[in-house]
């Protein structure tokens, strides 16, 4: 084992800079997932079948396909149409296509937005009746049921499961290296070993730097099910 190569400083650099693209791909895509993930997840447990069924129809074909095959078809496929091409330039809109970036980061925010919003529809299903019939008994508006105790509620369920997802694309985002440009953890994990065909440290090395993300993560998601998941944990009768 060659380690020293490792630690050389521009390997370690090499290293750093691909785990600060993986973390903002992995912020990115939450975010812009998670938020998308709350009006589709309502839809999905809409009694209207034309709000459920398409929203239906989109987390079934995510779901039901590899993110790397969805990251090719965006950034293979969708980005490089004429019709957007030619539109690169003249509008805002399809600038973000230039960006191998902003292309990865579609492919996994559409992806996490998918498991997220069957999440939180699971999460809306499964709570209880009981408080459901208290705030409307309290004269709550529909509006503010939703806002005051649905969501909050099925929010804090989700928790745990969320968490998983979370872990989940942290280690997809090392897809990410399957587009030009884009250099992640793998990338550069790839780069040490085309240069200096050092699979074992490489990798070894890359896998760590994962193990140690999802080790914080983990212990993160812990925090917050421990403060926001409280009340639902069994009281002692001592």
Known sequence: MEFDVIARPENLRLFWDGTVQ???????????????????????????????????????????????????????????????????????????????????ALAFALNTCAYTTELLAGAIRELPKGELEAAQACGLSP??????????????????????????????????????????ITGAARSIYAEFYLPFEAFITAGLIYASLTAVLVGLFRLAEQRWLAYLRPRSTH
């Open 143 to 184: 509006w503010a049921r939703l806002r005051r105790i649905v969501l909050p509620a099925a929010l804090r369920r989700s928790l745990p499961g969320y968490s998983n997802e979370v872990i989940m694309m942290l280690h997809s985002t090392s897809l990410a290296s399957a587009v030009p440009a884009l250099l992640d």
């Open 22 to 104: 993986s973390l903002a791909l992995l912020l990115v895509s939450l975010l812009a997932g998670g938020v998308l993930s709350v009006p589709l997840a309502l839809a999905r447990v809409s009694r209207t079948a034309w709000l459920r069924g398409p929203v239906w129809a989109f987390t079934y074909v995510m779901r039901g396909t590899p993110l790397l095959i969805q990251l090719y078809l965006i950034y293979y496929g969708l980005a490089q149409t004429e019709f957007i091409q030619s539109r690169w330039d003249d509008s805002w809109l399809w600038q973000g296509f230039k960006n191998s970036f902003f292309c990865a």
